[in-house]
């Protein structure tokens, strides 16, 4: 297989780690997770499920060692309440978890499928079980947002990739209290032409926080005439000032090679949605949809990352 930087992200050999045949109850895929670890080391993924009608939810599924050996919830843990909520009408999608120690709680952003596209919604949640919903806080058409663990300035930040025209940015917006979004600063533009980050942009797991700035993996989507391929970059931020790029990859560093990426209900896609830290303050469990179809496993150290931006 033809791997252009081995030593940076290295795929797991039981990749992939969890697929729709692991589930408890009928689904179509299973596919871009969010992740986190629970204080008892437990690696915790809320995994995107699709239904056989088309529709989204989240399940969560627990593995003491983040590899193998998954406890997956035997029913939907996150379902969309379009009742309640009618933003969430055609289903909830691709979850990313921050941890908030300021609340004790962990904050999920997600995406709602509304009828006017997709749009960013927030739960909290401390369990993973029950979870509190505060609605759409930025409306269509806007997806791939995280928020940052703690405020910076005295209020919360949320990137996110708002749509206005054919090109898409990566932006930030500042809340006082997780509801009401303003301040909102352009954080990274799509390139142009031909480059493999033209046109869309956006980001994928919530920010690493490093002593050099907020390390970003950040997808880009390239069409082609084959259709969209989707890889991953690497741009460093202010610690303090978000809209500050620091660096920026030129070059992507992980596309679809293997062929559980290359080949499924979207072909070609890898679209990681959270990581999780070791102990060692150093070692990335990078979880990721292959393909739209599986959930895949690769492992990088958040020091090599920032040796390759920096070279
Ligand atoms: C993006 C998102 C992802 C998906 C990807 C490829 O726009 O909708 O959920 O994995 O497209 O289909």
New binding site residues.
Partial sequence: MNNQHPELFRRHKLNPILTAADWHYPVNSV??PGATLLPDGTTLLLCRVEDRRGHSHLTAARSANGIDDWQIDSQPTFLADPENFPEELWGI??PRITYLPELNKYAVVYTAFTRDGPGVALALTQDFRQFERYGLILPPEDKDAALLPYRIGGNWALIHRPVSSARAHMWVSYSPDLRHWGSHKLMLEARRGSWWDANKIGLSPPPIETPKGWLVIYHGVRYTAAGAL?RLGLALFDLQRLEHCLKRSDEWFFGPEALYEQSGD?GY?V?PCGYTLAPDGDTLHLYY?AA?TSIALATSSVHALLEWLEH
């Fill in positions: 596919f871009n999608e691709d989707y979207v896609v679209f949809g739209d």
